[in-house]
T-cell receptor
């Protein structure tokens, strides 16, 4: 069965600290996408801040980096030099390519970045 | 592109009343999803459509919930009769290939 687990319910860091959000997934599919969604305090769900196909490796975009490890079924998200504006709830999600793009969301990790 | 449009943004209703939430997906997107977000359960998939056809409604909590997609540009989620435990944020999302685009959500409060 497909499942996404975000074990960290809430994380608090001080501005400029690095922080890693963990995501572990389960799927029987051989082709799938993984996403991180950001939900700022305003409540809206922001279009994925990263997608990753099953055969991609790591990626860095500015202060954000994603570490995809197929061997451990993990897709972790790291924010370097965190900022207060990074405070949000972050959801990891798994998408099946063969099932009308049905998404499976993790329970979310609330990130608090304090000044 | 106006994005996924949901209305209303906020809805407060009394228990027992009928509530209708509306969604206009992005033009050209062929899949539409309704999610409910609560503190206790997080994001729950209620139902999704592909090419206006309901594919999976196993997430709809009760018969009080119903959803329709009469055409490619409009969908509704109806709750009748509403109950306080239905209070949540309801999100609509659409997609064409990969990656949802979410609407702004409807915050429903049933008192």
């Amino acid at each position: 069965a497909q499942k996404v687990t975000q074990a960290q319910t809430e994380i608090s860091v001080v501005e400029k600290e690095d922080v890693t959000l963990d995501c572990v997934y389960e799927t029987r599919d051989t082709t799938y996408y993984l996403f991180w969604y950001k939900q700022p305090p305003s409540g809206e769900l922001v279009f994925p801040i990263r997608r990753n196909s099953f055969d991609e490796q790591n990626e860095i975009s500015g202060r954000y980096s994603w570490n995809f490890q197929k061997s451990t079924s993990s897709f972790n998200f790291t924010i370097t030099a965190s900022q207060v504006v990074d405070s949000a709830v972050y959801f990891c999600a798994l998408s099946e390519l063969d099932n009308f793009n049905k998404f499976y969301f993790g329970s979310g990790t609330k990130l608090n970045v304090k000044p | 592109d106006a994005g996924v449009i949901q209305s209303p943004r906020h809805e407060v209703t009394e228990m027992g009343q009928e509530v209708t939430l509306r969604c206009k997906p992005i033009s050209g997107h062929n899949s539409l999803f309704w999610y409910r977000q609560t503190m206790m359960r997080g994001l729950e998939l209620l139902i999704y459509f592909n090419n206006n056809v309901p594919i999976d409604d196993s997430g709809m909590p009760e018969d009080r919930f119903s959803a329709k997609m009469p055409n490619a540009s409009f969908s509704t989620l109806k709750i009748q009769p509403s109950e306080p435990r239905d209070s949540a944020v309801y999100f609509c999302a659409s997609t064409k290939n990969y990656g949802y685009t979410f609407g702004s959500g409807t915050r429903l409060t049933v008192v």
